[in-house]
């Protein structure tokens, strides 16, 4: 299930600086509780990604890719 | 009980009443140790109108849960007190080994108040703690009085904090002290100490730090100290120490060159790290458990200066009176200034800072040999600034109102409002010898928004942005991407600056330095967490760990807030802001960058969730942070702060 649009995914890639603004959108479609938001947000991106493939977002060779390339990755899988 | 020793020391210098407080374990959850426990007792004990110099004022000095072990450099202490050079929350930390003996000796902490009827050092033997006669000790250098008291207790082995001649004299901006060399230089702990009339306090201890699992403890020691042998930081700073930075700061254009007037300058590797080990390099020095050692010992040889000896320098220590007023030619003068601003016990950042400025309203005209008592202060003079930290450290003519800092320096002399363009503060305190034009925007951001004033690199510590670019794959695991390792950009700099903080916070409550968990990254936060716990045999999580950090940040935020100080003081100096990096040599990186502090400013807010309008941290983040008290404090001036009457207030110091 895409949990957003390619256009979604391209306004956030082209943001300066977008961790907030991901973690606050993923928030709104109920893929993160507050908890969880508030936990990466301390933690970093790659406690996002580790999230995801944990409650199967994505598979282990796209956690694998998405802690290697970022967010310019992860965001266009999170739109298929 | 693991880890920490579990009590708290006090002693009341008026009374002569020493006590020993038990820290509940819910306490020590929440603050850890160093830097939570002193800002906690800062926020707490030490009322917001309080004069810094107020025997009721307090000095903390603070160890941590790790101190004293082998994980790498735990010898570090952070001395806070009420910043008698900006009038806000004030802290500074230094390494050494005095923070290993102190936790020897049974305490995580000691708070000093009250003032002594005569010069007194506290002399701590494990239980055992006494005031002591220190008044042929008073004017004297750390390095004489170290000895004087090692002789006069028969132990070479103690670990001394002391002040120097300029703290005696209550300088804004004098620093502490521990093994003569080791300076908490930063918002004049020095001053305080010597308003209580305290020289020094000698610990030794003879107990241990009790470990909860000491395999799991070992086990990760050795990793982490493994990982140091091929650390390309680490490297860096055994060769060469902080000065390692100076031909990387001439070619990014972050080199102060004349109170940052420019950011690089053709003869800068004349004071670099390399030249600094072929000439005067006596010896390196390392701190308690340091895999690192970028300590030096220097020994000048040639010219006027030679014979003479002394423990340094840093970067941050040389460069302020070296090329910040001008001087590169000679760099025997750099290191002579550098001996001169430790022996009086002077903060080497805050000594050049204020004395550049007053080169710079010289050069503009705002000041005369008339104010100056004849010293005519012109760039790179060097005859001039050998003369004037003397007259500084011991409050002399001229030097008596530069040692209230600039900011007090331009009210004090009468001068008009645009002299303050070149005083190159932030919440009144100078900034560090680095240009956010060319160290990086995230510096830049970091500097606007410490919880000490216009500082700094110990503060913030942007070094995803600094060091990242050697760390491959760091900045994509914390941020999302690599693009924070450029620092001429504003990409992911409000997070990390936001991540970093926090992260910093919480090593300060370990009581580790910054060069073994951030500079270097061969420590990352989980490797913290994983031998916090193995020490204390609890079970923190990096969540929690990195919350405590928040908390800290929130917690000194709001000192600030309560003295009026938010929003509309978040900024950095206009120089930094209006005027294009001119060009110093033709390999420079960053000619023509002004700093975008504003566009980071916004974002920075909402990761702290602060309101952008006053800055104060919202009531919301302060109730998740278990800091309900302080969100009472702050409820009635949240409108204040917003009047029509604190807007026209420019405030430059409180």
Same mark, same amino acid.
């Given at each position: 299930m895409a949990l957003m649009t390619q256009a979604q995914a391209k306004k956030f890639i082209a943001m300066d600086d977008k961790m907030l603004d991901v973690l606050d959108y993923l928030k709104e479609k109920g893929v993160l509780d507050a908890r969880m938001h508030r936990k990466i947000l301390l933690e970093g991106y790659s406690k996002l990604v580790e999230y995801l493939e944990q409650k199967k977002y994505i598979k282990a060779n796209e956690a694998k890719e998405a802690i290697k390339k970022g967010f310019d990755y992860l965001l266009p899988v999170l739109a298929e | 009980m693991y880890g920490w020793a579990g009590q708290r020391l006090r002693v009341d210098l008026t009374t002569g009443q020493i006590t020993k407080e038990p820290l509940s374990y819910e306490y020590r959850r929440k603050w850890i140790g160093g830097r939570g426990f002193n800002s906690d007792i800062i926020y707490n004990e030490v009322p917001v109108t309080l004069d810094p110099y107020d025997p009721r004022a307090r000095v903390c000095f603070?160890? @941590?849960?790790?101190?004293?072990?082998?994980?790498?450099?735990?010898?570090? #202490?952070?001395?806070? $007190?009420?910043?008698?050079?900006?009038?806000?929350?004030?802290?500074?930390?230094?390494?050494?080994?005095? @923070?290993?003996?102190?936790?020897?000796?049974?305490?995580? /902490?000691?708070?000093?108040?009250?003032?002594?009827?005569? =010069?007194?050092?506290?002399?701590?033997?494990?239980?055992?703690?006494?005031?002591?006669?220190?008044?042929?000790?008073?004017?004297?250098?750390?390095?004489?009085?170290?000895?004087?008291?090692?002789?006069?207790?028969?132990?070479?082995?103690?670990?001394?904090?002391?002040?120097?001649?300029?703290?005696?004299?209550?300088?804004?901006?004098?620093?502490?002290?521990?093994?003569?060399?080791?300076?908490?230089?930063?918002?004049?702990?020095?001053?305080?100490?010597?308003?209580?009339?305290?020289?020094?306090?000698?610990?030794?201890?003879?107990?241990?730090?009790?470990?909860?699992?000491?395999?799991?403890?070992?086990?990760?020691?050795?990793?982490?100290?493994?990982?140091?042998?091929?650390?390309?930081?680490?490297?860096?700073?055994?060769?060469?120490?902080?000065?390692?930075?100076?031909? #990387?700061?001439?070619?990014?254009?972050?080199?102060?060159?004349?109170?940052?007037?420019?950011?690089?300058?053709?003869?800068?590797?004349?004071?670099?790290?390399?030249?600094?080990? /072929?000439?005067?390099?006596?010896?390196?020095?390392? $701190?308690?458990?340091?895999?690192?050692?970028?300590?030096?010992?220097?020994?000048?040889?040639?010219?006027?200066?030679?014979?003479?000896?002394?423990?340094?320098?840093?970067?941050?220590?040389?460069?302020?009176?070296?090329?910040?007023?001008?001087?590169?030619?000679?760099?025997?003068?750099?290191?002579?200034?550098?001996?001169?601003?430790?022996?009086?016990?002077?903060?080497?950042?805050?000594? @050049?800072? %204020?004395?550049s400025t007053a080169m710079e309203w010289y050069e503009k005209g705002f000041i005369t040999t008339k104010e100056t008592g004849g010293l005519e202060l012109e760039w790179g003079n060097e005859e001039v600034v050998d003369k004037l930290i003397p007259m500084i450290a011991k409050r002399e003519g001229f030097g008596d109102i530069l040692a209230d800092g600039a900011e007090r320096a331009a009210t004090r002399l009468g001068l008009p409002e645009e002299a303050r363009y070149y005083t190159i503060t932030t919440r009144g305190m100078t900034l560090p010898g680095d240009d956010p034009r060319g160290l990086g925007f995230g510096y830049g951001l970091s500097f606007a928004m410490g919880t000490r004033g216009g500082c700094d690199h110990l503060r913030s510590l942007c070094c995803l942005e600094l060091s990242g670019a050697?760390?491959? *794959?760091?900045?994509?695991?914390?941020? *999302?991407?690599?693009?924070?390792?450029?620092?001429?950009?504003?990409?992911?700099?409000?997070?990390?600056?936001?991540?970093?903080?926090? /992260?910093?916070?919480?090593?300060?409550?370990?009581?580790?330095? $910054?060069?073994?968990?951030?500079?270097?990254?061969?420590?990352?936060?989980?490797?913290?967490?994983?031998?916090?716990?193995?020490?204390? @045999?609890?079970?923190?999580?990096?969540?929690?760990?990195?919350?405590?950090?928040?908390?800290?940040?929130?917690?000194?935020?709001?000192?600030?807030?309560?003295?009026?100080?938010?929003?509309?003081?978040?900024? %950095?100096?206009?120089?930094?802001?209006?005027?294009?990096? =001119?060009?110093g040599v033709d390999y420079q990186t960053n000619v023509g960058v002004v700093l975008p502090l504003n566009e980071m400013l916004q974002k920075y807010y909402k990761y702290r969730d602060w309101d952008p309008k006053t800055g104060f941290p919202s009531e919301r983040k302060l109730k998740q942070l278990g800091l309900d008290y302080v969100a009472r404090d702050l409820a009635p001036l949240r409108n204040k702060y917003l009047s029509e009457a604190e807007k026209k207030k420019r405030k430059y110091y409180y």
């Open positions: - | 603070g160890v @941590g849960p790790v101190s004293g072990t082998a994980a790498p450099s735990t010898g570090r #202490v952070t001395v806070t $007190c009420k910043s008698p050079l900006t009038g806000g929350f004030g802290d500074s930390n230094m390494g050494g080994h005095w @923070g290993a003996e102190l936790k020897y000796a049974g305490y995580d /902490q000691v708070v000093v108040q009250g003032r002594a009827k005569h =010069p007194v050092y506290i002399w701590i033997d494990d239980d055992k703690v006494e005031i002591r006669d220190a008044r042929h000790l008073w004017g004297k250098f750390p390095r004489e009085a170290d000895q004087m008291i090692k002789e006069e207790l028969g132990d070479e082995d103690i670990h001394i904090v002391m002040i120097g001649p300029a703290g005696e004299n209550m300088v804004r901006f004098a620093c502490t002290f521990n093994d003569v060399w080791r300076a908490a230089g930063r918002t004049g702990t020095g001053g305080v100490i010597g308003s209580k009339n305290l020289k020094a306090i000698a610990v030794r201890g003879s107990g241990t730090v009790k470990i909860a699992n000491p395999q799991k403890m070992m086990e990760v020691c050795n990793r982490l100290r493994q990982a140091f042998k091929t650390d390309p930081m680490k490297m860096g700073l055994y060769e060469f120490g902080s000065l390692c930075l100076i031909n #990387v700061a001439n070619r990014d254009g972050w080199f102060p060159w004349r109170n940052f007037q420019g950011g690089a300058h053709p003869l800068a590797n004349n004071m670099s790290g390399e030249t600094h080990s /072929q000439t005067v390099l006596k010896h390196r020095e390392g $701190c308690f458990a340091c895999p690192i050692c970028c300590g030096r010992f220097t020994h000048i040889k040639e010219g006027k200066w030679a014979g003479e000896e002394f423990g340094g320098p840093e970067y941050e220590h040389s460069v302020p009176t070296g090329p910040r007023v001008g001087i590169i030619e000679d760099a025997n003068d750099i290191w002579h200034n550098a001996r001169l601003t430790n022996d009086y016990g002077m903060d080497g950042i805050e000594t @050049g800072g %204020v004395i050697l760390y491959t *794959g760091l900045n994509t695991k914390i941020l *999302g991407d690599e693009r924070g390792a450029k620092p001429v950009t504003t990409a992911n700099k409000p997070y990390m600056v936001y991540y970093e903080e926090n /992260q910093k916070a919480t090593t300060d409550c370990l009581q580790v330095c $910054c060069f073994t968990t951030h500079w270097s990254y061969a420590v990352l936060t989980p490797d913290q967490v994983e031998y916090l716990n193995a020490v204390t @045999g609890l079970d923190f999580t990096e969540e929690e760990f990195q919350e405590i950090g928040e908390r800290i940040v929130n917690l000194e935020r709001a000192y600030w807030n309560r003295m009026m100080s938010g929003a509309r003081e978040d900024t %950095v100096p206009e120089r930094f802001l209006k005027e294009p990096m =001119p060009q």
